[in-house]
């Protein structure tokens, strides 16, 4: 999701901006991010959070945060130094280029799956939640985050062992396959699983509204209760997911139609991609740093633990 800024003798309207961009807005997501991802550990590790309707999302959610801060500070952090130090942290060593780009690709996929995870377990907590309830358990969901830090871990290998490298074969790779894969994982794959379930989600509690106003359930204060928090993270996961795709969608595509639009080498065309990148790495990166904006509006349940966390 990122590469690095190469000098130029002149320097257009267009690339002044993106570098104007890259100065400014950086520190600005990186304090938001660190103080609402922060708060939303605090507030989704509450014993009353966990041990509401909500089955594992709090769990989830909280290994999502602290993936954003690893996105954060591994990717935006180093963009903002370079720009405003001229500095890169992958030029001072081979292995913080290796380790620094392998954490980059791994904590944004990362947060990526977890989604996923959380969008299938709520698909499966509204049709079988008995069958969910003993399923998905904490012990579950750890297995679950092995598997799938270790999956990507495993699918990014290459950035550890090959950073740097000039083979052409290697640069082949990076240039015209690794995007594709990288869109599918890191955009398209989790836009798919989001689609199909969220609209299982959504076919499951309209017609459970249904059946409960059929049943005259709207007079008992348990149901409706119940039914407020199971709607209230719901509609919070449904928010996050239309967020995560908003966001994220635009960098894949550009890293995609990279290799066909540096064929126009002349500096007008470049200054626009150094805009166009900096627009869409900034986008992205809001995704990482606003989330827990988007639990506060969209999160019924979540917005009155976090007042009555600071009222008491």
Same mark, same amino acid.
């Given at each position: 999701?990122?590469?690095?800024?190469?000098?130029?003798?002149?320097?257009?309207?267009?690339?002044?901006?993106?570098?104007?961009?890259?100065?400014?807005?950086?520190?600005?997501?990186?304090?938001?991010?660190?103080?609402?991802?922060?708060?939303?550990?605090?507030?989704?590790?509450?014993?009353?959070?966990?041990? !509401?309707?909500?089955?594992?999302?709090? %769990?989830?959610?909280?290994?999502?945060?602290?993936?954003?801060?690893?996105?954060?500070? !591994?990717? +935006?952090?180093? =963009?903002?130094?370079?720009?405003?130090?001229?500095?890169?942290?992958?030029?001072?060593?081979?292995?913080?280029?290796?380790?620094?780009?392998?954490?980059?690709?791994?904590?944004?996929? %990362?947060?990526?799956?977890?989604?996923?995870?959380?969008?299938?377990?709520?698909? +499966?907590?509204?049709?079988?939640?008995?069958?969910?309830?003993?399923?998905?358990?904490?012990?579950?969901?750890?297995?679950?985050?092995?598997?799938?830090?270790?999956?990507?871990?495993?699918?990014?290998?290459?950035?550890?062992?090959?950073?740097?490298?000039?083979? &052409?074969? *290697?640069?082949?790779?990076? &240039?015209?396959?690794?995007?594709?894969?990288?869109?599918?994982?890191?955009?398209?794959?989790?836009?798919?699983?989001?689609?199909?379930?969220?609209?299982?989600?959504?076919?499951?509690?309209?017609?459970?509204?249904?059946?409960?106003?059929?049943?005259?359930?709207?007079?008992?204060?348990?149901?409706?209760?119940?039914?407020?928090?199971?709607?209230?993270?719901?509609?919070?996961?449904?928010?996050?997911?239309?967020?995560?795709?908003?966001?994220?969608?635009?960098? !894949?595509?550009?890293?995609?139609?990279?290799? *066909?639009?540096?064929?126009?080498?002349?500096?007008?065309?470049?200054?626009?991609?150094?805009?166009?990148?900096?627009?869409?790495?900034?986008?992205?990166?809001?995704?990482? !740093?606003?989330?827990?904006?988007?639990?506060?509006?969209?999160?019924? =349940?979540?917005?009155? &633990?976090?007042?009555?966390?600071?009222?008491?």
């Amino acid at each position: 999701m990122n590469t690095g800024n190469n000098a130029s003798h002149v320097i257009l309207p267009q690339e002044a901006l993106a570098i104007l961009i890259w100065q400014i807005f950086p520190p600005i997501l990186i304090i938001i991010g660190t103080i609402g991802n922060t708060l939303s550990v605090i507030v989704l590790t509450r014993k009353s959070m966990r041990r !509401s309707h909500m089955s594992n999302m709090p %769990l989830y959610l909280t290994f999502l945060a602290v993936s954003d801060i690893l996105v954060l500070y !591994s990717g +935006l952090l180093r =963009q903002w130094i370079i720009y405003m130090f001229d500095v890169d942290v992958r030029d001072l060593h081979p292995a913080l280029c290796k380790v620094n780009t392998w954490l980059v690709y791994v904590s944004l996929d %990362l947060s990526a799956w977890i989604l996923v995870s959380v969008t299938i377990e709520r698909a +499966l907590l509204v049709w079988y939640p008995l069958t969910a309830k003993v399923m998905c358990t904490t012990k579950t969901v750890t297995v679950n985050m092995i598997v799938v830090c270790f999956s990507l871990l495993g699918i990014n290998s290459h950035f550890f062992l090959l950073c740097g490298a000039e083979t &052409e074969i *290697y640069d082949y790779f990076l &240039e015209y396959v690794f995007p594709w894969i990288d869109l599918c994982l890191f955009s398209i794959g989790p836009f798919l699983f989001h689609i199909v379930g969220n609209t299982f989600i959504i076919i499951r509690l309209v017609t459970g509204i249904r059946i409960m106003a059929q049943l005259h359930m709207a007079s008992n204060e348990r149901a409706v209760m119940r039914q407020r928090q199971v709607t209230s993270m719901t509609v919070m996961l449904l928010s996050l997911n239309l967020v995560y795709l908003v966001c994220t969608l635009p960098i !894949s595509m550009y890293l995609v139609s990279l290799i *066909y639009w540096e064929k126009d080498e002349s500096p007008e065309a470049d200054a626009q991609r150094r805009l166009v990148y900096a627009c869409v790495n900034l986008l992205m990166y809001l995704n990482n !740093s606003t989330n827990f904006i988007t639990y506060t509006f969209s999160g019924r =349940q979540f917005r009155m &633990e976090f007042y009555a966390l600071f009222c008491k």
